[in-house]
Nanobody, 123 residues
Framework: QLQLVESGGDLVQPGGSLRLSCTASGFTLDYYYIAWFRQAPGKEREGVICISSSGDITTYADSVQGRFTLSRDNAKNTVYLQMNSLKPEDTAIYYC????????????????WGQGTQVTVSS
């Protein structure tokens, strides 16, 4: 069974950091692009950041530029989303997805979605 599992979501204070993980089972992530999206209550799913199979990173959300980054650990079949200087407006469910290319549109994802992990930024 092909599956992506996100983890690491938590309640954190403004200014804090979190690292989310996106781990695959049943297949290898090596050759996939991994896109991260987030969805806040009442809002459409938003493309945040993406990493290519070779490690190139594209940031789509201007609000996270310089604060969020991605890394890959192919040995662990995992992609990490490092989020620093978190703000209340970063509160959302965060999803990862596989795709043949990077995209900021959830409608253009052809691959597998994870179930999401909740990030809440609040004092």
């Amino acid at each position: 069974q092909l599956q992506l599992v996100e983890s690491g979501g938590d309640l954190v204070q403004p200014g804090g950091s979190l690292r989310l993980s996106c781990t695959a089972s049943g297949f290898t992530l090596d050759y996939y692009y991994i896109a991260w999206f987030r969805q806040a209550p009442g809002k459409e799913r938003e493309g945040v950041i993406c990493i290519s199979s070779s490690g190139d990173i594209t940031t789509y959300a201007d609000s996270v530029q310089g604060r969020f980054t991605l890394s890959r650990d192919n040995a662990k079949n995992t992609v990490y989303l490092q989020m620093n200087s978190l703000k209340p407006e970063d509160t959302a469910i965060y999803y990862c997805a596989t795709n043949p290319w990077c995209t900021d549109s959830y409608k253009k994802i052809l691959g597998t979605w994870g179930q999401g992990t909740q990030v809440t930024v609040s004092s």
